[in-house]
């Protein structure tokens, strides 16, 4: 009574010092007594010091729990080192330590080594309380996906409990399931059709979804054929309906027709099994039409109970919806195909004298002559076909050459119309050249015997600007306006030309393309453009004054001076006036000239420049759509090509798709029929 008052390490304490006094002494049992104590405590340093001394068989225990001491003293590689060279034969020791190095690497961020340690502990002991919860929580931690559903099905397989089958079938539905192989999940889901028929009823539904438009669907209708054939697995509404939405997809020509037919006895088989009388018409009906299209395929016994199933089904079932969509299905891929369905439908749809089973008879009616019809059209595909590549090759080849004649015809508009306004430029330079010099010697008329010498040079420059401003305006100017608005009409002519030349070109193409498909418009634009910038250029023109007489040449300078010294000697006013005079009508006056010239031109440089760029836009919307056209007119060639070469190297893929019309067309038929028929005659049929 007075030990259990005691605190533990002192009733401890005692025992040691009574077992010390023996001749054989072991005190391994309580040195880890000692040690399991102290750690409880939290004297982690002290238990690490009982359980260093302990080397029996308790030694791989008491190493494990000096690293247990050691993480809680944050020494998480000194605690690492310790479980790593334990060595035991203990499940669970070794499941304890694999545990604890998972929480270390945890700790420390090093997940991929924390995975491992998790993976090696479900491996190693799954039973070991809260392994796998761990594992899934870390998994999920982590969204690793692969290994949480790896995880879950495996403890479903394991366990067969209700939670884990839940668990999995949350992440199937989450969508992480699809990148698994079908095959992974066959051992889970044959385990719930044995164990659980509503959970391999979710799991089955939740992979179907995931699986639906992979690459894998194929695969997955396989595997889920297999397992419900080979269980007791039956009478499933939702599993039913799963396959009635597969059968209208494999049938629909999306896939090849060799691995349908592959599929379909052991699909179909499937399918009867999980349905029942109440909902077995379209499985029946399925399985009639696909026996009547690809006969001995099926199992004898599977066809006579899709017979009798059909036989006591009373429905009312309205499939003329679903009629109208087979037949624009077929029309589109004929169209497709350069076929031509020649039946029309409207007549029917809009009988309104008829009852609606006697319309949905007749659309079948209808739709069978059509698929007839393609069938015979069938050896004219690939004519139809050659001769659509041949159409189009010429078109191509026409249009191409239009596309170089266009380009070469903008280069030579371009040419045509900068140089007409060059011509126009070149007629106004070569007047300026000639009349600037002679107006400029004509002002020297207002030299008089008695004009101010002084500032006679002044008077002289301003009277030679005044000259040449009044010719700008009075003179040049009309005339560049008048001869820009005969350039403007000229180019009007020569672009409206061009415009006449597209619209030929659209015509014709538009003929053989057997379609208005082509406008190709040019930009006007371009010369409304023109025309607002010569009236803003032109209305305005202001040029500065030339320093026509101050520039300051020798005989210049030394006239100026001249005048300034006689200026006052007036017996000299006639000498000098006529030596002035004759000083100005000497001069050349070219680099005054080429000044203006240069000055006049200057302010209508932006037109002059926007030429080429303007014809081009001119033409940019009917090359584009040229080039555009040819794009498309090509790539259509190439799919022709390719559609040819495939009907040539597999003449039944045309075929194959009318087959699977055909059983789609059967279904309907089946289940009109149904409608109307009594059992007793179903075998005539």
């Known amino acids: 009574m007075d030990n259990e008052k005691r605190h533990p390490i002192n009733v401890l304490g005692d025992l040691f010092f009574a077992e010390q006094k023996k001749d054989l002494p072991d005190l391994s049992m309580i040195r880890f007594a000692q040690g399991e104590a102290y750690y409880h405590c939290q004297d982690f340093e002290a238990a690490i010091f009982k359980w260093e001394s302990i080397h029996n068989e308790l030694e791989p225990w008491a190493r494990k729990n000096m690293a247990d001491a050691y993480i809680e003293l944050d020494l998480l590689d000194t605690a690492e080192n310790i479980y790593q060279t334990v060595t035991t034969d203990s499940l669970i020791l070794n499941t304890e330590i694999t545990l604890q190095l998972f929480g270390l690497y945890f700790a420390k961020g090093r997940f991929s080594e924390a995975n491992q340690m998790i993976q090696n502990a479900v491996q190693l002991n799954p039973d070991y309380p809260n392994v796998t919860k761990l594992a899934r929580a870390f998994y999920e931690n982590q969204e690793d996906w692969n290994r949480a559903i790896e995880l879950a099905a495996n403890e479903a397989i394991r366990t067969k409990s209700n939670s884990w089958y839940t668990t999995l079938n949350t992440y199937i539905n989450e969508g992480h399931a699809k990148y698994h192989d079908p095959a992974f999940f066959a051992p889970v889901i044959t385990v719930q059709a044995q164990d659980n028929l509503q959970q391999f009823s979710n799991t089955v539904a939740g992979l179907w979804v995931n699986y639906h438009n992979q690459n894998t669907y194929h695969t997955w209708l396989h595997t889920i054929n297999d397992i419900i054939i080979e269980n007791a697995v039956e009478n499933d509404n939702r599993l039913s309906k799963l396959f ?301 004054k030339e320093n026509i007489l101050l520039r300051r040449t020798p005989s210049q300078v030394l006239l100026k001076g001249a005048g300034k010294l006689l200026g006052v000697l007036p017996k000299n006013n006639a000498i000098l006036a006529n030596t002035y005079k004759s000083y100005i009508q000497n001069e050349t006056y070219e680099e005054t000239a080429n000044s203006i010239t240069t000055k006049f031109f200057k302010q209508f440089e932006l037109l002059e420049k926007a030429i080429g760029r303007d014809v081009h836009i001119f033409f940019r919307e009917p090359l584009s759509i040229l080039k555009q056209t040819v794009d498309e007119l090509d790539e259509k060639v190439e799919s022709n090509k390719v559609d040819l070469a495939k009907l040539k190297s597999n003449p039944e893929l045309f075929l194959n798709r009318l087959k699977l019309f055909e059983v789609k067309l059967r279904q309907y038929e089946w289940i009109n029929y149904s409608k109307r028929i009594d059992r007793e005659s179903a075998e005539k049929f």
């Not at 169209?335 to 031509?340: D, I, M, P, V």
């Not at 078109?395 to 280069?411: F, N, P, T, Y």
């Open 244 to 544: 009635e939405g597969s059968f209208i997809e494999l049938i629909d020509g999306m896939y090849d027709l060799t691995e349908v037919e592959k599929m379909m006895p052991m699909f179909l088989k499937a399918w009867q099994k999980v349905s029942n009388v109440n909902n077995s018409l379209f499985v029946s009906t399925a399985i009639l039409s696909w026996n009547d299209i690809f006969p001995e395929t099926l199992n004898s016994k599977i066809v006579e109970k899709a017979e009798s199933d059909l036989s006591k089904v009373n429905h009312n079932t309205d499939i003329f919806r679903e009629c109208i969509e087979i037949f624009q299905s077929i029309k589109n891929w004929a169209e497709s195909n350069q076929l031509a369905v020649g039946e029309d439908i409207e007549w029917i749809i809009d009988d309104v004298e008829i009852g609606q089973h006697e319309l949905t008879t007749n659309l079948l009616l209808a739709i069978r002559k059509s698929i007839t019809s393609l069938l015979e059209q069938q050896e004219k595909t690939s004519l139809l076909l050659s001769e659509s590549i041949e159409k189009d090759d010429d078109i191509l080849a026409r249009m191409q050459g239009s596309i170089h004649q266009l380009e070469d015809l903008e280069e030579e508009k371009v040419h045509v119309i900068a140089e007409a306004y060059n011509n126009i430029k070149e007629e106004i330079k070569t007047d300026l050249q000639k009349t600037i010099p002679k107006l400029i010697r004509e002002s020297s008329e207002i030299i008089k015997e008695d004009s101010d010498f002084g500032k006679i040079h002044l008077d002289v420059n301003n009277e030679m600007n005044k000259r040449i401003d009044e010719y700008l305006n009075n003179m040049i100017i009309p005339i560049f306006i008048r001869s820009l608005e005969d350039w403007l009409a000229f180019s009007q002519v020569e672009l409206s030309k061009c415009q006449d030349q597209m619209t030929e070109w659209a015509d014709g193409f538009n003929v053989l393309l057997a379609e208005e498909k082509l406008t190709l418009l040019c930009d006007f634009q371009i010369i409304d453009d023109w025309k607002r910038d010569i009236d803003r250029m032109t209305s305005s023109v202001n040029i500065e």
